[in-house]
């Protein structure tokens, strides 16, 4: 199994593909990466439901093994490859079952509501991002609060960031698309959480600005976009290639 091919099927627009991709780079894993562009429907080929029958990304084929959902991919990764250090696996899975159905739950709804939705093919929905950041803002606030509460500077007072950190930290990222007053509007009451992405940030690096790049360029797309509207009145196509499982 060790010696066998990795292949990951990925969108970067997406915080699962990203982690995924995170994880790989930062244990020097040998893999393959095959782009699946959401916003071109690759996703629903047939091609594509041999390797995940619920046709999301990401997904990985590693020899004859197919599997799907992010945390799944990460887990696995991390007992099927050896040399990878023991603080991935510290103390994750509590905080990656919060994650899904807390910090997730608020940013997707929240960043697809506010800006991502015509790109999805969904129109913008103001009452439920209204509910969306509600939960986002609870969330930040367990963040800081609770799974930052420790005398490590990562989840759980770690001293190096495990697998949550890196699956946290990319969520928070697609904060990034918004309005740079709305984002620092919601994130810049939690210091604690500002020192914990760039403290991710600085311990994955190169390999964390080189999975985020297609949501810098995202954003600049997105300021030009607001500029134009200021200065015209005109509605933006909202246009942006590469939405997945967000």
């Known amino acids: ?3 066998e091919k990795l ?5 970067r627009m997406s915080q699962p593909s990203r982690a995924v991709l995170l994880f790989c780079r930062l ?22 439901r041999e390797v995940n029958p619920l046709q999301k990304v990401p997904a990985i084929v590693h020899g004859n093994f197919n599997l799907s959902e992010s945390h799944a991919i990460i887990v696995y990764l991390n007992s099927a490859f ?19 159905s807390n910090l997730r739950q608020g940013t997707v709804s929240y960043v697809i ?15 439920a991002a209204a509910e969306a950041e509600k939960v986002l803002i609870s969330s930040l606030s367990n963040l800081e609060d609770i799974w930052l509460n420790g005398d490590g ?7 190096q960031p495990s697998i949550a950190d890196l699956s946290m930290v990319c969520e928070l990222m697609q904060l990034e698309v918004l309005d740079e007053k ?37 954003k600049k797309k997105f300021e ?3 500029s134009r509207v200021a200065e015209t009145g005109t509605e933006p196509s909202n246009k942006i290639g590469g939405h997945s499982k967000m």
């Open 1 to 3: 199994m060790m010696m």
């Open 7 to 11: 292949t990951v099927y990925a969108d």
């Open 27 to 48: 244990n020097a894993i040998d893999f393959e990466e095959i782009k699946v562009d959401i916003s071109k429907r690759q996703h629903l080929s047939s091609e594509f």
């Open 82 to 100: 050896p040399g990878i250090a023991e603080h991935w696996r510290a103390k994750i899975n509590s905080a990656m079952d919060w994650h899904h």
């Open 113 to 127: 509501n506010t800006v991502l939705g015509p790109a999805t093919g969904r129109p913008l929905n103001p009452n």
């Open 153 to 159: 500077r990562f989840l759980l007072g770690g001293s």
């Open 182 to 218: 709305d984002r620092s509007r919601i994130l810049s009451p939690y210091k604690k959480v500002l020192q914990w992405i760039e403290d991710t940030r600085a311990a994955t690096n190169p390999h964390f600005e080189e999975v985020h790049n297609i949501l810098y360029r995202a």
């Open 224 to 226: 030009q976009q607001r």
